[in-house]
């Protein structure tokens, strides 16, 4: 049976620990005298499921807006060398923005 992390993130320590009875992996080896804050990563790690959330963006699209910044640091790296603080001001405000447009949309 697969599971996802948010699942066994749900589950009871005494899940997770019958769970891990059946497993032979190092991560879990010990499972007995673990705690539910490091039986988890080591379930994940045994049957290898990703640990970390996976966001969705919505209402952008999310690679212009990227391509965008690269060449605003590119930019921002010609201002830098050029010591032009009003144009480096600019573009550093033009990221900053961008960013936090990536970062609102984020769900």
Excluded: W
């Amino acid at each position: 049976m697969t599971f996802t992390y948010e699942e066994l993130k749900k589950k009871s320590l005494e899940e997770l620990k019958e769970l891990a009875k059946g497993i032979e992996h190092d991560a879990v080896k010990g499972f007995t005298q673990m705690n539910k804050e490091h039986l988890l990563p080591g379930i994940c790690t045994a049957l290898g499921i990703d640990t970390r959330a996976h966001h969705v963006v919505v209402g952008i699209d999310k690679a212009s807006i990227k391509a965008k910044i690269q060449q605003l640091k590119t930019e921002r790296e010609k201002a830098l060398g050029a010591h032009d603080h009003k144009r480096l001001k600019r573009v550093r405000r033009q990221i900053h923005t961008l960013k936090r447009r990536i970062h609102a949309a984020t769900v």
